[in-house]
């Protein structure tokens, strides 16, 4: 029998770990945390490439109470690795951040790992790091 169904149950888990980081970087952009707090897990950590380092609540209390907020928020996974109920990625980040009434550029190479609990869960976001790189897009 030949199989023309060439997509992998990997290029699944691929397809919607990318699915997930596009509605987690669009929902930050236009304010929609409930979305973003589902996307990340309970046991999340947030690395930032300035070296701040937040859980899932202290990272939702930054963008919700602290005035952090993604003007801009680009970011392309160039390889996603499954095992099982896990995936990591790695990617290029782009985003414009407005603090404390100051815009910054942010460009970030990033690491991000991903779990589900089982299969007919939705992938969520167990760590993100990013070391800043030079303003790239």
């Known amino acids: 029998m030949i199989n023309d169904n060439y997509e992998t149950a990997e290029d699944t888990v ?8 596009a509605a987690r970087t669009a929902a930050l952009v236009v304010g929609r945390f409930g979305e973003v707090a589902d ?3 309970d046991r999340l950590t947030y690395t930032h490439s300035n070296g701040w ?16 907020r993604y003007e801009e928020f680009e970011h392309r996974l160039d390889h996603v690795t499954v095992i099982g109920d896990i995936a990591a990625a790695t990617g290029l980040m782009h985003a ?3 603090t404390d009434g100051h815009r910054h550029e942010v460009s970030s190479l990033t690491s991000t790992v991903w779990t589900r609990r089982s299969p007919d869960e939705p992938w969520t976001m167990l760590l993100f790091h990013s070391s800043a790189t030079p303003t790239v897009r």
């Open 14 to 21: 691929r397809g919607e770990i990318i699915e997930r980081e």
């Open 39 to 41: 996307i990340y897990d």
């Open 53 to 68: 380092r937040d859980d899932k609540q202290s990272l939702l209390a930054r963008v919700t109470e602290a005035g952090m």
């Open 96 to 98: 414009v951040v407005a």
